[in-house]
């Protein structure tokens, strides 16, 4: 009878000690990121001149193309998910304001995740990309070649002024920008999580530096004072939610 009990608790302890580990092991799933534009706070009413920048000029906006790409999530036990996917959204394009990153992550418990607005070096190369964006991005090769990492267009001041805010690497120098959401943890517990990510225009427009629509002008392709402003002001233009796909 001893005996017999002791077996029954090294049966019981061997099928304790192995079922919790089976559940543990983490599943690989899909990440989807949405894509939302917001001029303070609401999303963008495409041209409508209702807008009013920091300075107190009117703007509309008409166009909104951009580039995300070097997508890095950085799990709790230091280890790091490297997206190899560049991908470009369109505010008119409705099958870009949604993706799902071609590498699938493991669920578990995540300190955070950055991402590069527009191109590194090492990716900005022309025809890199395909012939649709190099039609529709493509910068030219006379300012160094490449693709823009955006395009925001619309209308300053009045019907009549169009602005053209293009940012890219002008003449090799590169004016990408790391956004970092480091140390914002998140758990990924199943295949239904989406990163909501946020683009707030107004932000491209101050903080540092409040944007002059006349000074600056309809163009800026060709200007590294502009890029910069474009460069340190886009430091917070993203924010993101992680929100549960209702299916
Ligand atoms: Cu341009």
Not at 104 to 133: A, C, R
Not at 152 to 160: D, R, T
Request: with cysteine; glycine share 8%.
């Amino acid at each position: 009878m001893k005996r017999l009990i002791f077996f029954a608790i090294i049966f019981g302890l061997t099928f304790l000690s192995c079922s919790p580990e089976e559940e543990v092991e983490p599943q690989n799933v899909d990440l989807k990121i949405n894509f939302t534009q917001l001029v303070d706070g609401a999303p963008v009413q495409l041209d409508q001149m209702i807008y009013q920048n920091a300075l107190g000029q009117q703007f509309s906006i008409k166009t909104i193309k951009y580039f995300i790409s070097q997508v890095k999530l950085y799990k709790a036990d230091n280890s790091i998910i490297e997206i190899p996917d560049i991908h470009y959204v369109d505010i008119r394009t409705p099958e870009t304001l949604d993706y799902t990153f071609s590498v699938q992550v493991p669920e578990g418990d995540y300190t955070g995740f950055s991402f590069v607005y527009g191109l590194i070096p090492e990716e900005n190369i022309t025809g890199s990309l395909g012939l649709d964006l190099d039609r529709l991005m493509e910068w030219p090769v006379a300012m160094g070649g490449g693709y823009h990492y955006a395009k925001i267009e619309g209308q300053f001041i009045a019907e009549e002024n169009y602005f053209n805010f293009h940012s890219g690497a002008l003449d090799g120098v590169d004016y990408s920008i790391n956004v970092d959401f480091k140390n914002n943890p998140f758990s990924i517990t199943n295949n239904l999580q989406v990163i909501n990510l946020s683009m707030e225009m107004q932000n491209w427009f101050t903080n540092p530096t409040d944007w002059d629509f006349e000074y600056f002008g309809s163009g800026i392709m060709g200007n590294p004072e502009a890029q910069q402003v474009v460069h340190e002001n886009g430091h917070d233009v993203f924010s993101f939610q992680l929100l549960e796909r209702l299916e």
